[in-house]
Nanobody, 119 residues
Framework: QVQLVESGGGLVQPGGSLRLSCAAS????????MSWYRQAPGKERELVAG????????NYAGSVKGRFTISRDNAKNTVYLQMNSLKPEDTAIYYC????????????WGQGTQVTVSS
């Protein structure tokens, strides 16, 4: 059974930091690119950051570049999102995403974790 379980969300003051984790099971983690998405109230879900299967390539949304860092540990089947210098506009539900294109396209989602940035 495929599972993506996010953790690490919560309430933080502006300028603070959080580290999200996503523990994967039920599939070959190292064969999947991993990403973090977020969805704020009334807005569409958007890509925050992505990382390649071996971790050698990353990409970020312009709004988080320089503040967020995505990483993965294939030995622990876990992907992380370190979020620094948080802003109120970072408030959203953050979702973990796993995707492979070979031999067929498969996409999995976690249930999400709430991040609230407020004083």
């Amino acid at each position: 059974q495929v599972q993506l379980v996010e953790s690490g969300g919560g309430l933080v003051q502006p300028g603070g930091s959080l580290r999200l984790s996503c523990a994967a099971s039920g599939f070959t983690f190292s064969s999947y690119a991993m990403s973090w998405y977020r969805q704020a109230p009334g807005k569409e879900r958007e890509l925050v950051a992505g990382i390649s299967r071996a971790g050698g390539s990353t990409n970020y949304a312009g709004s988080v570049k320089g503040r967020f860092t995505i990483s993965r540990d294939n030995a622990k089947n876990t992907v992380y999102l370190q979020m620094n210098s948080l802003k109120p506009e970072d408030t959203a539900i953050y979702y973990c995403n796993a995707e492979t294109l070979f031999p067929v396209t498969l996409i999995y989602w976690g249930q999400g974790t709430q991040v609230t940035v407020s004083s």
